[in-house]
């Protein structure tokens, strides 16, 4: 299959994926499709393959481990750090802003990846397991919550699944946001698949803005929109994104798409005077 083939039966699989619900979502399965259209000429069936050795892995150490499987959390939190490491998975410190780290074939190949990336592993090889886990809603640093018999245990996916007390959440999220920040509600919130997935595309697109590549920051923003079409903020962030190209019509049709998920409010009322706008400049 060529490239472009390639890259158009990604993209057919992430529209595929927008019409389901986020819990039937494959999380590794929908990443991998985000990567063949990242890297077209990378083998992503042998990425897939290893995604089914790891799940086999998994299942194996899962039913060896009789209190882990019982529910204790923080046993479940080494066993799949056991499975991840004996297979040489780490977070990448030497070249974190390397694009590859976030193309989960290229972390496949590499076992290196930023924190989203070694997450979503993560999460793929709990559910083999048949354990509960779950990407959480902290800001700048992927963390996932595992569910146990006595509640959920935080865990650093990016440092070889650490274990985060209150101590520790508190020193990253000062680091994350200055020595103001302190722990507050909703910050270990649950998020759903999608948000995960989108969270590792959202790095490939500021990275693509950082180096002045706003034909490709878009063209992974329209496909963060095949798997995530409600998402309403994408809409406006690929509006703006057409504009700038003087792309028009694209960006009011994405303006459109967008006020016809939020209708109300004071962010509406922004995007309509940017479609005036972008109406006048039409006539």
Not at 48 to 77: C, E, F, K, M, N
Not at 158 to 180: D, T
Not at 243 to 267: H, K, M, N, W, Y
Request: charged share 25%.
């Amino acid at each position: 299959m060529d490239a472009d083939s390639a890259v158009a039966e990604a993209r057919a699989a992430l529209t595929a994926a927008g019409q389901m619900p986020d819990a039937e979502l494959d999380l590794a399965g929908v990443a991998l499709q985000f990567a063949r259209i990242d890297a077209p000429e990378a083998d992503w069936r042998a990425a897939a393959a290893h995604l089914s050795d790891l799940a086999r892995q998994a299942v194996a150490a899962a039913t060896a481990d009789r209190i882990a499987d019982a529910g204790d959390s923080i046993r479940r939190a080494e066993v799949l750090a056991s499975v991840l490491a004996r297979f040489g998975y780490e977070g990448d410190d030497t070249t974190y802003d390397d694009p590859a780290n976030a193309n989960l074939i290229r972390v496949t190949q590499r076992r290196r990846g930023l924190p989203v990336a070694l997450g979503l592993l993560w999460l793929h090889v709990a559910e083999a397991a048949g354990w509960s886990a779950y990407g959480l809603d902290f800001p700048g640093h992927f963390l996932l919550g595992l569910e146990g018999r006595r509640g959920a245990t935080v865990v650093d996916p990016f440092h070889g699944g650490l274990v985060m007390e209150a101590p520790a959440l508190r020193l990253l999220l000062k680091r994350m946001e200055g020595e103001q920040a302190e722990l507050r509600p909703g910050l270990l919130s649950a998020v759903g698949k999608r948000s995960v997935l989108l969270r590792l595309q959202n790095n490939i697109k500021l990275r693509r803005l950082r180096d002045g590549s706003l034909d490709g920051a878009l063209a992974c923003t329209e496909d963060m929109l095949r798997l995530a079409p409600e998402e309403a903020a994408l809409w406006r962030e690929a509006a703006v994104m057409n504009q700038r190209l003087d792309r028009i019509g694209q960006a009011l049709t994405c303006l459109e798409r967008f006020l016809s998920l939020v209708p109300d409010g004071e962010a509406a009322a922004r995007a309509r005077a940017m479609a005036a706008e972008l109406r006048q400049r039409l006539n």
